[in-house]
């Protein structure tokens, strides 16, 4: 039977059993404070002041709670910015009521919810030695922790304001109540580079189509923006992926010189070993296109590349994992699942 790691030591080698000791309060709590305002942009206060004229409207105070509030930084701006009431929970206690928000949120005023919620992966939990404090909520079926806060404020609040991982957008989360979406390019908090951002849900009556902005630009509806991803290549199988002596190469990360994006190569024009392809590999492969002669490949390379790069021009990269950081340019990394490799590979094929 394995070994029960103590709490606080995540495991940073399976083959050399090497743990580092980690804040465990901190790591189980998600408590990485937003340090930046860039969050309140233009159609995030725009949404904002519709949701306190329709708290107004009904003859209620304009009011705001944050179940997660931390140093209450967002709470505290809020006031500022329009001198609506506020209060908070946390579990932590501190300056707020002590309230796990993450079993239930009373919201007895009907406030807007405004938030930045604990985030943590039910593997990063495991890994990082702090399964053992937050087992509970995981045997609910939820495989993040920012997922179950985001629907305990949906279940308690009409608005709800919540800055969450940028995975949010390609996660199967339900996205009807949602509105508006600021993608936020740059760093909110002090103490780690997660991508950002802003999503901001109505009641199911007010919501529209999910308009997405990168920053203060608009984009487009989420529904148009996740089109570019098509059907996920469910039409038969034309590729096999992880194929160490494949015929194409696939580069499925952008690399953070920013000489090297993601690209589909001959095999010949990749310089990544075919040794370490495994069946699990996800950001460097090589695949095998068995319907094509090696005189088509050097066609299909230039069709998916093409097809490739007019996604990620359409969507803005917005249907792309981000993927650690920024590249040298200052373009945010990102990843290109096989889901969506295999619909570029079946078009350029078709
Ligand atoms: C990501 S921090 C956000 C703090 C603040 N809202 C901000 O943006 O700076 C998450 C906060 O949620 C609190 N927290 C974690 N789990 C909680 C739970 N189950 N119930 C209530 N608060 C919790 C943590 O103590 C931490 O202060």
Not at 87 to 101: H, L, M, T
Not at 165 to 183: C, Q
Not at 287 to 295: F, G, M, S, V, W
Request: glycine residues 8%; charged residues 25%.
């Amino acid at each position: 039977m394995a070994k029960r790691r103590p709490v606080g030591e995540m495991l940073v080698s399976v083959q050399l059993g090497r743990v580092v000791q980690i804040d465990a309060e901190k790591v189980s709590r998600g408590t990485f404070f937003t340090t930046d305002d860039r969050w309140l942009n233009q159609p995030v206060k725009e949404f904002l002041s519709f949701a306190f004229l329709e708290q107004t409207s009904v003859g209620k105070t304009a009011s705001v709670l944050d179940p997660f509030a931390g140093d209450g930084h967002l709470l505290e701006v809020l006031a500022e910015t329009y001198g609506v009431e506020t209060s908070g929970y946390d579990i932590a206690g501190g300056q707020w009521p002590v309230n796990d928000s993450l079993k239930k949120v009373p919201n007895p005023q009907g406030s807007v919810i405004v938030t930045n919620p604990p985030y943590l992966a039910n593997h990063s939990a495991k890994r990082k030695g702090v399964n053992s404090i937050v087992a509970s909520y995981f045997k609910q079926g939820y495989d993040n922790l920012w997922k179950l806060a985001l629907d305990r404020c949906l279940a308690s609040a009409d608005y709800v304001v919540a800055i969450l991982p940028e995975t949010f957008l390609l996660s199967t989360f339900p996205k009807d109540r949602l509105a508006v979406i600021s993608v936020i390019e740059g760093q909110l908090f002090d103490d780690t580079d997660a991508p950002a951002l802003v999503a901001c849900f109505g009641p199911a009556s007010v919501s529209g189509a999910g308009s997405v902005f990168i920053n203060e630009r608009l984009i487009g509806s989420l529904a148009r923006i996740m089109e570019c991803r098509g059907k996920g290549g469910r039409r038969g199988k034309p590729a096999h992926f992880n194929i160490p002596d494949g015929r194409i190469g696939l580069r499925a990360v952008d690399g953070a010189d920013g000489n090297t994006p993601i690209e589909f190569l001959l095999a010949e024009d990749f310089d990544y070993p075919r040794s370490r392809v495994k069946v699990s590999s996800r950001l460097m492969t090589y695949l095998e296109l068995p319907t094509l002669t090696d005189a088509e490949l050097p066609g299909f390379v230039i069709r998916a590349n093409q097809l490739l790069n007019s996604i990620r021009v359409e969507s803005h990269d917005l249907v792309l994992a981000p993927f650690k950081g920024n590249m040298k340019n200052g373009r945010r990394r990102r990843r290109l699942d096989y889901e969506l490799a295999r619909e570029i590979i079946a078009r350029s094929l078709s």
